[in-house]
């Protein structure tokens, strides 16, 4: 998806220029698996053009493999964003209807070579919402990692301008039957599959809250992981940042990080890459979710959607080292 | 007025560009009532030049009526912005003198054109200040006003640099008795009228002295309402914002939100346009003043001096959601 | 030096361009001195290229001497800089191998004619850790200034990219006995000469230990004065920030500062410059140490490494106007 | 139409912004209208989100009046424009498939509202080309401007990537029965009628050939005027441009400019604005040619789709001075 | 005088920032005399404020003398600047009224201290039609130049909107006793003097017609030489551009350079600075000329009014070597 | 090399920013190389900095293989430029010395992983010229590449910044023994080997000089093609672009181009890219050449040292069109 953002906290309509980068959830995670050494494939659909070349330049340059997405369709999809601050928040417009991704078909990607010697596969809840045909692909590739013995997660990621509840609810059901580890941020759980959380606007967070959200889901569809994101928004400006990891009936909680927001869009697409990497590497839980927050508290200092840091900085924040003092 | 700010943090003497916008008080009022879904002209004076005529295709774009602009004079007011961050505040040069507006003559405006089918006139305190000319065009204006049934409004707006408190205190005496709706910020009532009110640099503000301003103020000049902005203002970066309404012998106080400050500049002129709109579709004194210090707030987070903000997200922080959260 | 940062907070892989000034320690504090109205000159050696011509440039156009400056060398040397936020620090890369000031000779420079009417000779510890010979030619300005009456300061600034903290206590050791009055930030004192100082990433300061660190680098060096840097980072982007001040046995110590950082590279020469300035009109300890605080509070608004505020500023700061209202 | 342009000279996979401005055939004739002092109407279909409004809101600020623009649909049309130099022409890729305008509907526009007072319609074949209901619009609004006596011009504006040769005669002849003044540039008439005309390629112009395909064109279509201009592309960089009026059977030749190229997208449209305007302030026919083409030569140093110019200009251009001396 | 310019090629009003920097006739020959290693003062007015400062801090950066300027007065003089192209001219609007310049007495600049060492002064026609002060400063600098043995140059510089034709050439023509050396550019003798010199509109240009020109002015004032450039504007991108020098009743012509026009702002400025280098060095007329020409029509490529190259890059070019390939 | 570029036409010292980009002459034939669909691998030696990772991101995702670069050493080479106009040169200030890559050591590339599957092997004069170390690795490159069967082709590109002209004429002279194909730009022929060609500040072009020169080339060499670009600089924005093949003992001249020139830096390069790719598919010499000047013609309109065009471009112009008409 092609992002296009007002500079600075420019409105829309004031911008001379927008800034022009690529994003998007499943992409974002790949960019983060790669910064921390491993391989990593984004497979999508993209238009013959220049929009749908850049794309992939820009992930390629990243060290992303671009080698099974599929070059066709009429568009790339678009959205547009303005940063927020304080109590204005960040605005999105999406502009992505009839996208390359939105119209595929069933058989286009050929998901056997696609996970040929890959462990993971990830995706995200907002591939299915694009169209019937994207859902239906979204169910083809997850069939295929399954029988390639590949690992799946999925972060919810409702987007309330994309589907209905009730659609996503019925989607995202049947797709769960797939799914090993589940991502999910504050509000998801609920919106998709009706399962009471925490008190979000509130700013307070309980534990126990979110422990029974993760155990009713993994009731409901027997998935190994849980993972949930706990976001304090205090202002568009000043966020709490922690999360918990539900495994093997126990919950583990991360440290919070008190955040100043550069740019949040992508955060909890790297908190997922940084937990895939942790599982990847045979982390133990709670050093799994330290890492995954730590690496999201990074991104939330990163301009564009993807997560643009070193393991070692990671790895640096996890240890403890936020005092933000010079490197040098 | 042209205003033309440096980008960024940077200072004066270091800026290779400056950013090229316009404003002053009475603009900003006017685009704030327009962006509510109210019409509303701004009457100045600017000059037949390409600045002059940038000034009037900004208002006009964001669909302010300038139909009644008197186009003549030698130049355009600038003032020059530094942005201030912290300990360190923003800086404001003035290069007004000889603007047009300042050389307006009595009769140059067609009072009762302008004010045909209104229902209100707002002017700030700065008008007056510029020169004799522009004061006896303020009188004339609001007599215009009060014949056609318009209610009028001011916001004291002292600018030390325009006059001294003796003239100020003389002149606005004067004007007062025009005035149904009296906005001052904090410090403007002790400048202007020597009514002595809250100790401001302290950061800490005490009701009861703010009712005491306004009671004194309703006192001397009859007002209706008397509208108090108080800002505390722990940095350049970080204030608290709130504000009081009186009307009919009662003090009604907003909200206070906790401001990270991107651009204070027409803070005060996104409050009046807030409580102009409230008092004009009949809000009560309560909703009144939520509404204007809402508008207020998010003014804060928008470059430069227009608040470039919807009635519906104006609303939406009225009631309550200043989270933060990306609106998508 | 050339610094080259990303805008924003840009990393460096996605920056389209480069902002490009020049800055470095004592170069920071010459501009410091001529900000408050003293002459200054800024000694070193650069090339005879553009790169060479445009530091001169900027350093003349802001008022510092640079008659004394010897041109010769192959290169400038450069430094990277990516601005941090929130947890993730400021990252500077260094590339200033075998630029012309690492491969200055003794006798290059006319230190009698550089020193003739100077009071004060300023130097930091960066210089003679670039190469053997530029620790030569510091010695060799030390001799010449005290051979001609002047106060010698130093910053101890120990960079590990550098040099070892062994060879470090060595060169600096010797360089001590030169010097009346020493400035160091938190971790110099005993990186470079192993005497231990408060815990500084745990964020508490604990007046005591820097007392104790102060009386024992006198005890050892014999300085007259020594003052220390105290900040406290919560994170890159906020800053606890206060120093104190030693002299004649007794510890005086300034206001904290609470700071929302823009841009922290120079803060210890700002530091440097306010109590150069200070010393130099004769403020009484106090007083100087407010001022010095009160300068580099400053400084961490300012983009770049020069501290680009007037008198004027530092005084209204130091006496208490931290409030950040506009200045109009 | 949204205008997303790569800064300089870039490709767009290297640009890291675009210039967001706004355009389009019909919108850019009326810019031109009200530059030169009349008033104009651009009716179209934008959506209502902030696009749309930007759309809106830049028009208005031109004085272009918007009142009669439907707010509906899902999408502003787009197109990425990449401009070129010397050798390499400047490319765009449009991406306007489902915007707002290409899914209007007859009935959605009240032309007798639109037409009242007005004296001029004016159109371009691009708006017939986007889906078969706008072509029925176009063709609605042809009758009601007819039926309320009118003038109305077209420009063909033959673009290949939105419809064949075959569907372009079809709907175009059909439409041509409304046209009393058909622009063409030169290969428009070859394309949609199959008429004929000028060798472009070659750079050389035969003045008989033109003459010939307006004739046909006129006895084809029986229009009032007709009106080709003359582009000799020497290179992305460097025109020649004039053209041609034939109107009661005799052709009206303008002088020729010899253009240093800065944006060339909307010539076309700037030369049928100052034709426009030349008729109907009654112009004579060589006057009126002379106007047009200076109008659209100085379009071709003006960024944006929109011809900046004012009447002052154009005509001093027309009159002959070229010369390019400051104006001062 | 502040130069604050669209940047490209835009209007004024469709630029969201301005490009800040400083310039003017005299400042700008001060600039090449120091570029080519002389030394020069600019002496002049400028406001106690940030942009007077600014401009300060720009010139004492290029290594110009600014010991001599008096800070005085309200506001610096600004002018905007839109950079044209091909057959649209560049566009200066001037807003100098009130200016610091403007508004100096006699009196205030110790001539005699700022002449002290130095062999010439220069000055041009802008400054007396400033106002009656500004021209009596003016007198007074010509009389303490002539009292201590300068040489004195000035160049016409007639400005239509600063002074009529009969004003300039009253005040002009008294102000010529004191003058040696006397540029004109091309229309400059014939507004101020009435003398009847080259067709300019035309683009031909005969010799014979500027050596009558002037012969016409040695004559009339007794000038020791007159330069005289002799631009042919084929449009505002392409220029021809040279001149002619007249000593001792002899003409010496330049080469003449085709010009890619970059920025022309401050060309005749760089003649000028380049002509009086040339002088001061002891240069034969026809070197002289040659050297002045070059640096000129380098000049023309440099953005800003300054002249930015060096000796080395002007001998360069006069000899020969136009050819325009990379140094490296 | 990263290549640090001041915007626009700005020199050093007054540019606020530089737009930084990679390249270099191996690199830039790779890119050209991918760019019409052919695989091919930069190698090189870059430090292990954020430096020599942006450069490594930038080719790769241009789709350029960067699996064989050495990551180690010190230090990316930089090259500053300033991009001339007209009269003025562009200028490139070299600051390479102690680059990565001039430090590399024999043995720390695997050239035969290298070539492995590889048909041709580029290098240009500027690599041996860096260091001997630099010009023994190039041998050893060599003679892997003829083990292994490739292609060996050489752009002379004499730079006189890195060595003398008797030192490149023996290091290169020893080279020549494995190169089948020789490109040279104009001088380099006489400067590296003595061999006299075309009189090139002239800007006339004798053909026959031309053949002279590539007839000895061949005959002292033995080269199996030798290609000559033929530049006619008229100035730093104007060239004529047209080349030679010399092959089996004919000449084959392509046509010649007028450009107008953006950017030339790279335009060796991309002739040379053109070159190889035409003589990979076959292309018969007058096609091959025609081909070459083609593609190097676009480079001079591309931004950067990449030539960032498509194979279908360089065909188009190739095949005639060079008219710049818009492409839509």
Known sequence: MMRLATPGFLR???????????????????VSLVNYGLSAD????????DMGQAAINELRGLGVGTGHIVRAGDRI?????ETGASQRASKVTYDRAHSAISEIQPGEVDWAAAFKGARWFHWTGITPALSDNAAAVVEEACKAAKAQGLTVSTDLNF??????????????????????????NEEDAESVFGIHGAEVTSGKIEHAQYESVARQLTERFGFKQVAITLRESYSASHNGWSAMLWTDGKAYFSRKYDLNVIDRVGGGDSFGGGLIYASLRGDEPQKAINFAVAASALKHTICGD???????????????????????
Chains 1, 2, 3, 4, 5, 6 share one sequence.
């Open 42 to 49: 984004f497979v999508t659909r993209l238009p013959k053009n």
């Open 12 to 30: 829309f309509a004031q911008a001379p220029v927008l800034e022009k980068t690529f994003g998007g959830g499943e992409a974002n995670v790949a």
């Open 159 to 184: 987007r309330k301008k994309l589907w209905s509840k009730e659609k996503a609810g019925k989607v995202m059901g049947n797709l769960m039957q797939y799914v090993d580890v589940c991502i999910a």
């Open 77 to 81: 999809g678009i959205y547009f964003l």
């Open 306 to 328: 993807y997560n643009r840091v070193t393991l070692e900085e990671v790895e640096a924040l996890a240890k403890g080292d936020g005092s933000g003092r010079v490197q040098r």
